[in-house]
């Protein structure tokens, strides 16, 4: 399974930019996905995640409100979209898929996923 990152770019606080990640190799349906990030001298900290169930997304709290996941089938694509940005969110963000299938309920912990993408860069200015 190969996953691929991108839509990230510079942007100023208060804007917005949609994050996308392809899967290839997998369908996406079971899987959990997550979207994390990594700041410069930071451990890498789960953003956002959504399950099976199309319901059970999660979100971290310092972006709970902003930021919104979503999954095309079809395109078998993961979205974020972040809006209201700050320049805390400023960060390297991967997208991973779960270690495990048939996810109903996701879990924002970096050990939970076994496939990871490269990441794509978000910087906010303020």
């Known amino acids: 399974v190969q996953l691929q990152a991108s839509g990230g770019g510079l942007v100023q606080a208060g804007g917005s930019l949609r994050l996308s990640c392809g899967i290839a190799g997998s369908a996406l349906a079971g899987y959990g996905i997550g979207w994390f990030r990594q700041a410069p001298g930071k451990e890498r900290e789960g953003v956002a995640c959504i399950g099976s169930n199309i319901d059970s997304a999660a979100y971290a709290d310092s972006v709970q409100g902003r930021f919104t996941i979503s999954k095309d089938y079809v395109k078998n694509t993961v979205y974020l979209q972040m809006n209201s940005l700050k320049s805390e969110d400023t960060a390297v963000y991967y997208c991973?898929?779960?270690?495990?299938?048939?996810?109903?309920?996701?879990?924002?912990?970096?050990?939970?996923?076994?496939?990871w993408g490269q990441g794509t860069q978000v910087t906010v200015s303020s």
């Open positions: 991973a898929r779960s270690t495990s299938v048939y996810v109903q309920f996701c879990a924002l912990v970096p050990g939970s996923y076994a496939s």
